[in-house]
């Protein structure tokens, strides 16, 4: 079965960086895009960044952009997400996703398969 899941959270510094990853199990990953979800407390889940690990087309939010690089490492089954300089406003519960016959997709509904999250704490 399709198993997704996100690994790397932890608290850090403003200015700081984390290293998020996405493992994926079940599906051949170059077969879907994968995409990174962010949900802070009482607000709704955005978009932030997604890949399309047959050709490596990405997409980013544009409160990440500049700061965040997705990538994938499609012989580990592992998706990554790099966050750099981080703010407090990017605190929020960061989580994957999966999507089939899309190949780009930007929003949740695109996507098939999630994943559990992991809790990025950005102090300041």
């Known amino acids: 079965d399709v198993q997704l899941q996100a690994f790397g959270g932890g608290l850090v510094q403003a200015g700081g960086s984390l290293r998020l990853s996405c493992s994926a199990s079940?599906?051949?990953?170059?077969?879907?895009?994968i995409g990174w979800f962010r949900q802070a407390p009482g607000k709704e889940r955005e978009g932030v960044s997604s890949?399309?690990?047959?050709?490596?087309?990405?997409y980013y939010a544009d409160s990440v952009i500049g700061r965040f690089t997705i990538s994938s490492d499609n012989a580990k089954d592992t998706v990554y997400l790099q966050m750099n300089n981080l703010s407090p406003e990017d605190t929020a519960v960061y989580s994957c996703?999966?999507?089939?016959?899309?190949?780009?997709?930007?929003?949740?509904?695109?996507?098939?398969?999630w994943g559990q999250g992991t809790l990025v704490t950005v102090s300041s």
């Open positions: 079940g599906f051949t990953l170059d077969d879907h895009a």
């Open positions: 996703a999966a999507a089939m016959g899309i190949r780009l997709p930007t929003q949740r509904y695109e996507y098939d398969y």
């Open positions: 890949i399309n690990s047959g050709d490596g087309s990405t």
